[in-house]
């Protein structure tokens, strides 16, 4: 059976989180979870293009429950300002959507000095995720989906001794490294979960081939090469609609038969309904995703351990 927006149950009195909320697969994300009722709080760096999105999403559900903050992945400090922020307002969070990304950009750093790709779509988003940590063990069975890539099989795993990639920067080679720490947290997580026995989950998803900016974005700052105009012309051509690949990470999210653990992604790999994927590059895994918590938590300063967030409750 193809799965579709459609399929999304009622989400009523559930608020979710997407980040980069304000374009594409987020966007998307939103117009999904906010239709089906949810509260969506749409986190977003650019300010401007998410007061258009929030637009956009009452444009096509005028009774949508919306709000916007302001969150810059490649930040700390502002990962900790947004987190405070939504928890001040929200004591449960039943669904945080870990969207947002860069692809083959040019070397660049993070606020913090962390290799833009990696401090971005990972390490922000391991120190958002912990911060949330509490408001997402509080609700009755929430889900945390980390959207990763295809292009998981060409990274490696991070290496402790040279986070930054320097001196062997290369911009695909830094998205897969990201997209592969992406993938590893999203098992890391769900394997917290089931050792502090909550009922929270984690899933991931990935988009596929999809027709959004991201491609565009590559492109324009001349990171990706010759395989970045490749990857667009082909992605113009043969690509998703944003609303058919934002359908993996939505099941994920939202369908009540989807387990812990499960990795969503299009039938035909980079086109299709999104169908459950099998777990892949297990060997080595355990280490691999024991590597990444490491890393993650000497860079960031942030500490993300499921069973003292939960004691800490209990208390």
């Keep these: 059976m193809t799965w579709t927006q459609r399929d999304i149950p009622d989400l009523t009195g559930r608020t979710a989180v997407v980040t980069g909320a304000n374009g594409g697969l987020g966007l998307e994300t ?3 979870l906010a239709g089906a009722g949810a509260h969506v709080v749409m986190a977003a760096r650019n300010q401007t293009k998410a007061a258009d999105a929030e637009a956009a999403v009452r444009a096509a559900h005028p009774d949508a429950s919306l709000e ?3 969150l810059d992945l490649g930040s700390l400090a502002s990962v900790r300002n947004a987190a405070d922020e939504i928890l001040d307002r929200h ?6 959507v870990n ?3 860069l ?3 040019p070397e660049r750093r993070t606020a ?3 290799e833009m790709q990696f401090g971005v779509n990972h390490l922000g988003h391991f120190a958002f995720t912990a911060h949330l940590l509490a408001a997402l063990l509080r609700a009755d069975a929430a889900r945390v989906v980390t959207v990763t890539s295809t292009a998981h099989h060409m990274g490696s795993t991070v290496d402790p001794d040279n986070v930054n990639l320097e001196g062997k920067y290369e911009p695909w080679r830094a998205y897969g490294r990201a997209k592969l720490a992406n993938y590893h947290f999203g098992i890391g997580l769900q394997r917290q979960f089931e050792l502090a026995d909550v009922a929270a989950i984690s ?3 990935h988009p596929g081939l999809s027709n959004t900016d991201l491609q565009a974005t590559t492109v324009a700052e001349g990171g990706g090469g010759r395989l970045g105009g490749f990857f667009h012309t082909l992605t113009q051509k043969t690509g998703m609609r944003p609303s058919d690949g934002a359908r993996s990470q939505l099941r994920a999210a939202t369908d009540p038969r989807a387990k812990g653990g499960q990795f969503y992604g299009p039938l035909f790999v980079t086109n299709g309904p999104p169908v459950a994927k099998p777990i892949l590059r297990q060997l080595g895994l355990d280490q691999s995703v024991e590597t990444l918590w490491m890393v993650s938590e000497r860079e960031t300063g942030v500490v993300l351990d499921v069973a003292a967030a939960k004691a800490d409750l209990g208390a």
């Design 68 to 70: 916007i903050v302001e």
């Design 99 to 101: 969207n947002a990304g």
């Design 91 to 96: 004591a449960a969070i039943d669904i945080l």
């Design 30 to 32: 939103t117009l999904g």
């Design 203 to 205: 899933l991931l998803a």
């Design 112 to 114: 913090d000095g962390f």
């Design 103 to 105: 692809m083959a950009m």
